[in-house]
C-alpha cells in the first residue's frame, strides 16, 4: 500500500526561472526506506519540503502535480494538519530546537502542546520517544548544552513523539562530527527495523546502501531513476550525475565481484563478503 | 546555559505569588505614585516595594538595578532644583546658579516616582520566571505566538553572541585585526556583520520550519505540559491592590 504518492510534481522558487522539481512521479511504500541520492542543487532538499507540505504553504512559488501523504493532498491541507502524518528533521541540529523550552523533556512536549494532546499522552510519548533515542537521561538538560549528536537526536524525538506515519531525515548526520553520526545511524536503524516508513537524503551512500530499500537518483530536479540500491550504484553513468557509490561497490568494480548472472555489485560489505566467500 | 533573564530562583512567599498578581503590581503601584504625588504616601509605596523585594530575598540584586538608575537621579535634583520653573525659595547658591526648594519637591516626587518604577518591576522580574510568566499570560488569552517569541529572544540572543564570538575567533585565526585602537575595531565590525547577519537569518528561516513542522502553525487549542499552578490567595491580593488604587483615586476626588 503507497504511504505517499507524487504525481507529475513540478515546481519553481518564486525568485528562479527554472523549475527546482521537475516532473517527478512516484510512490513510497508503508514501510519502506526510501533513499534520495543526487549533487546538490538536484532537488533534493526540495522534494522533502514538497512532500512535508512546507512546499506550497510555506514556500510559494510555481506548483503542480499532486502529493499525497495518507491519503492527504498536501496541497489542499495545512501544514499542521500534515504534521500528524509526515515529520521532517533536517540538518542543522541547533535551529531546530525551538529555543522557547529551558529542558529537552519540555522541547519534546512543544509539538505536543500544538497538537492539544492531554497531559497524559504528553508524558506518555515524551517518554516512549526519549527512551527509544537514548536521550532520556538528559531530559532535565537545557537542549543548547547537548552536543550535536544528542541534540539531532532529540530533533528526532520531537518529531516523532507527535507519531507521524512517515520519516523524512534530509541530510540528518552532515554537521555532525562521526560519533554523533554514528548516534543517528543507530537511531535510523532501529526505526527502519521497527518498520516506519522512512525517507532519507544523504550524501553518505554507504549508509544508504545499508538503510534504503530503494534508492531515487535526481539530477536538476528530474528523476533519472528510481530502483534498489544495487541498480543505482551499479550504473555506469552514475558519476555523471555527481553521486559516487559506495567505496565497497568501487572496490567490488575493480575487483570485478559481482552478483552470479548479473551486471550488477555489492552496495554493502555484508553483500561483498558473502558474494567473496561464495566464490 | 546563559538566558537573558535576570530572574532569581529562590524560595520565598513573594515568588510564589502569581505572576500576575505582580504584574498587576507593577501597574497599580506606578499609577498610585500618578493618583497621590504626595512625597509621603510615594515614600510609603516604596517602603511596600522594598519590603517585597527583602520578602523575596532578592533585595540584593536589585540593588545593582537601583545603582544604575543614579544617574537619572542625580540629573532630575540638579535639573528640577536649578530650573523648575516654579522655583522661587532658594536654599543655597553655587556662584551664579541658585538651587531652589519648590525644585527639590518636584525632583523628591519624580525620584520616588522612578524609585518606585525599578522597585516594582525588580519585583516582578527578579521572582518571577519567564516561562512561568508567559505561560501564565498566554492561559489567560494572549497569543502564543507572541509568547514563543518573548521566551525564545531571551535564550536565542545569548547564542547569537556565541555566534558572533565564533566568527570573530575565525576571523582573528586569519590575521584580522579585531582589537585594538577605536579605529581597528570598527574596520573589524563591518566584515564580522555580513557572516552574523546570514547567519541569523538562516538559522531564523530553518527555525521557522522547524516550528511549522511541529504544528506550532495549528489552529487546535493549545495544551500545556506543565500543570496549572495553584496561588493561594490570588484573588484576595489582586482584590486588595485594586481596592486600594481605587481608595487612592477616591481620596484625590474627595480631598
Not at chain 2, 538566558?3 to 500576575?20: A, G, W
Request: glycine share 6%.
Amino acid at each position: 500500500m503507497s504511504i505517499i504518492e507524487v504525481e507529475n510534481l513540478k515546481y519553481r522558487y518564486p525568485d528562479l526561472t527554472d523549475l527546482v522539481l521537475d516532473d517527478l512521479s512516484f510512490s513510497v511504500e508503508k514501510g519502506e526506506c526510501l533513499g534520495i541520492v543526487g549533487e546538490n542543487t538536484a532537488g533534493k532538499s526540495t522534494l522533502c519540503y514538497a512532500l512535508a507540505g512546507l512546499i506550497p504553504h510555506f514556500y510559494k512559488g510555481a506548483y503542480g502535480g499532486k502529493v499525497t501523504v495518507n491519503g492527504l493532498v498536501v496541497r489542499e491541507h495545512e501544514i499542521a494538519e500534515i504534521v500528524e502524518n509526515i515529520g521532517l528533521v533536517f540538518e542543522n541540529p541547533f535551529s531546530q530546537m525551538t529555543g522557547a523550552k529551558k529542558t529537552v523533556y519540555e522541547e519534546v512536549a512543544f509539538g505536543l502542546e500544538n497538537l492539544g494532546l492531554d497531559r497524559k499522552e504528553m508524558h506518555r510519548r515524551i517518554e516512549q520517544y526519549l527512551k527509544l533515542l537514548d536521550v532520556f537521561g538528559l531530559k532535565d538538560k537545557n537542549p543548547f548544552d547537548l552536543s550535536g549528536g544528542q541534540m539531532q537526536r532529540v530533533a528526532i524525538a520531537s518529531v516523532l513523539a507527535m507519531e507521524p506515519d512517515v520519516l523524512i531525515l534530509d541530510e540528518p548526520t552532515s554537521q555532525l562530527d562521526p560519533q554523533g553520526s554514528r548516534e543517528v545511524f543507530e537511531v535510523i536503524e532501529q526505526l527502519t527495523e521497527k518498520g516506519m516508513t522512512i525517507i532519507l537524503v544523504e550524501h553518505k551512500m554507504e549508509q544508504i546502501a545499508q538503510y534504503a530499500d530503494r534508492v531515487l537518483l535526481l539530477h536538476q530536479g528530474r528523476q533519472v531513476a528510481l530502483d534498489t540500491p544495487e541498480k543505482i550504484f551499479s550504473r555506469p553513468d552514475l558519476k555523471g550525475f555527481g553521486v559516487t557509490p559506495p567505496v565497497v561497490t568501487n572496490i567490488s568494480k575493480a575487483l570485478n565481484v559481482r552478483y552470479p548472472d548479473s551486471e550488477l555489485f555489492p552496495v554493502t560489505i555484508e553483500a561483498f563478503k558473502r558474494l567473496e566467500e561464495a566464490k | 546555559m546563559n538566558t537573558m533573564t535576570l530572574y532569581v530562583e529562590k524560595d520565598s512567599p513573594v515568588h510564589r505569588l502569581d505572576p500576575l498578581v505582580k504584574l498587576l503590581y507593577v501597574f497599580a503601584s506606578i499609577a498610585l505614585t500618578y493618583i497621590l504625588p504626595e512625597p509621603l504616601f510615594i515614600a510609603g509605596v516604596l517602603f511596600v516595594t522594598l519590603l517585597l523585594l527583602v520578602i523575596g530575598k532578592v533585595f540584593r540584586n536589585s540593588l545593582p538595578i537601583l545603582t544604575l538608575s543614579m544617574f537619572l537621579i542625580f540629573s532630575l535634583v540638579i535639573v528640577q532644583g536649578f530650573f523648575h520653573p516654579d522655583n522661587v525659595t532658594e536654599l543655597f547658591s553655587i556662584g551664579p546658579l541658585v538651587f531652589y526648594e519648590e525644585g527639590l519637591y518636584v525632583a523628591l516626587v519624580l525620584v520616588l516616582r522612578v524609585l518606585v518604577m525599578i522597585g516594582s518591576f525588580s519585583v516582578l522580574i527578579l521572582t518571577t520566571s519567564p516561562d512561568e510568566m508567559v505561560e501564565r499570560l498566554i492561559k489567560k488569552g494572549m497569543s502564543p505566538r507572541i509568547g514563543h517569541v518573548i521566551l525564545s529572544v531571551l535564550q536565542l540572543i545569548p547564542q547569537m553572541r556565541a555566534t558572533t564570538s565564533k566568527i570573530t575567533d575565525a576571523q582573528r585565526s586569519r590575521g584580522m585585526e579585531t582589537e585594538g585602537s577605536m579605529l581597528t575595531r570598527i574596520k573589524a565590525f563591518f566584515p564580522l556583520m555580513g557572516p552574523v547577519v546570514l547567519n541569523s537569518l538562516n538559522e531564523t528561516k530553518e527555525r521557522s520550519i522547524a516550528l511549522e513542522m511541529r504544528g506550532f502553525g495549528s489552529s487546535t487549542k493549545k495544551t500545556f505540559l506543565n500543570e496549572e499552578k495553584q496561588y493561594p490567595y490570588n484573588k484576595l491580593l489582586a482584590g486588595i491592590i485594586i481596592a486600594i488604587v481605587i481608595l487612592g483615586i477616591v481620596w484625590r476626588v474627595m480631598v
